[in-house]
């Protein structure tokens, strides 16, 4: 059984960042199914950032060139770096790792 424990959330006002980790209980090495999601009020959960086969990185379009996926192997745990953050960036993030997911950390942009 993988736990996967989010944190990094928060309040941030528009254009701030925040930087989201994911510290894993087991080994993240060589895993590329491994990334995050998020579901706001009403909504689904979609694909924000994840890794795929060969190393390459997968983002959603609302989120190109503001966000960035990185681990760190040696210590388990995958980050999501957030920066020029808008008001539809607001939502529970989770992490994923193939099956598993974590509980979730809420993000809020606002004013």
């Known amino acids: 059984q993988v736990q996967l424990v989010e944190s990094g959330g928060g309040l941030v006002q528009p254009g701030g960042s925040l930087r989201l980790s994911c510290a894993a209980s087991?080994?993240?090495?060589?895993?590329?199914?491994l990334g995050w999601y998020r579901q706001a009020p009403g909504k689904q959960r979609d694909l924000v950032a994840r890794?795929?086969?060969?190393?390459?990185?997968i983002y959603a379009d609302s989120v190109k060139g503001r966000f960035a996926i990185s681990r760190d192997n040696a210590k388990n745990t995958v980050y999501l770096q957030m920066n020029s953050l808008k008001p539809e960036d607001t939502a529970v993030y989770y992490c994923?790792?193939?099956?598993?997911w974590g509980q979730g950390t809420q993000v809020t942009v606002s004013s």
């Open positions: 087991g080994s993240i090495f060589s895993i590329y199914a």
């Open positions: 890794f795929s086969s060969g190393g390459s990185t």
């Open positions: 994923f790792m193939l099956n598993y």
